[in-house]
């Protein structure tokens, strides 16, 4: 009978010793990042948040993450195939387009399963700054060069370039192409820019003239004064009159001294 309760004793022993070498299910640690400790500029503004979990042996974990807004957030599910670890990551955005400020905001994972377990909170500090929207006030010159005399239509297909220029600086440029009724029409535009303005033309010349050579002599006037404001953005009907000349190639005379085509 003793025999029997000296061998009951061991056998219970041993299976208490194998079951506590079982080592239970559990979160070991859990840590916690944040992209920026503190963001100055414009909003709304993203923060990522980067966690990571670790456990002893294979298992479910629940979690979720707790805010300083108090908003609730879902419950997530990492499973583990063995002990280690794994990241996990949340993206908070806050801030207006308007100017504000938020202080000590933070955000920290909470485990829920297999054991209760919090990170340490990881803290920033925003602030918006306003967005100006910067407006783009157009100012504009239009108008056109028209030629008289006979065979205007040979102008057809001639190129003028046209100059909006403040001081010493060219600030529009356009490209214009004569009609067969003799008219070249331009727009030249600037951008909150407001000032005294001078326009001026000048020939574009093709490399191979085919027929006959046109020459442009002068515009007249030779440039044109424009006065551009906030009131008066736009001056129109800034018009030119063309004076050119023609020859063919078999003339056999020189050049003219005007630029031709």
Request: charged share 20%; net charge positive; with cysteine.
């Amino acid at each position: 009978m003793r025999f029997k309760a000296v061998i009951f004793s061991l056998l219970f022993l041993a299976a208490t010793s194998a079951a506590l070498s079982i080592k239970a299910f559990k979160v070991t640690d859990v840590s916690l990042s944040v992209s920026e400790s503190k963001y100055r500029g414009f909003c709304p503004h993203k923060f990522t948040f980067t966690g990571r979990i670790t456990v002893n042996r294979p298992g479910t974990v629940r979690y979720t993450w707790m805010r300083s807004d108090n908003i609730p957030q879902k419950t997530h599910t990492l499973v583990f195939q063995g002990a280690g670890s794994k990241t996990v990551t949340h993206t908070w955005e806050l801030g207006s387009k308007a100017m504000g400020t938020y202080k000590d905001q933070w955000a920290r994972i909470k485990i829920l399963a297999p054991n209760p377990l919090i990170s340490k909170k990881a803290k920033f500090d925003l602030t918006c700054l306003p967005q100006v929207r910067m407006v783009r006030k157009i100012y504009k010159v239009s108008g056109g060069v028209f030629a008289g005399g006979a065979h205007v239509d040979w102008l057809e297909g001639m190129q003028l370039r046209f100059k909006l220029i403040s001081g010493t600086r060219t600030l529009s440029t356009y490209t214009g192409t004569f009609s067969s009724m003799g008219s070249c029409f331009y727009t030249l535009i600037v951008f909150n820019a407001p000032g005294r303005y001078r326009i001026v033309v000048e020939p574009v010349h093709p490399t191979d003239p085919a027929k006959f050579y046109l020459c442009f002599n002068r515009v007249d006037p030779d440039m044109i004064w424009v006065n551009l404001s906030e009131d008066a953005p736009t001056a129109i009907n800034q018009n030119f009159s063309l004076r050119w000349s023609w020859r063919h190639l078999d003339m056999g005379q020189e050049a003219f001294d005007s630029p031709c085509w």
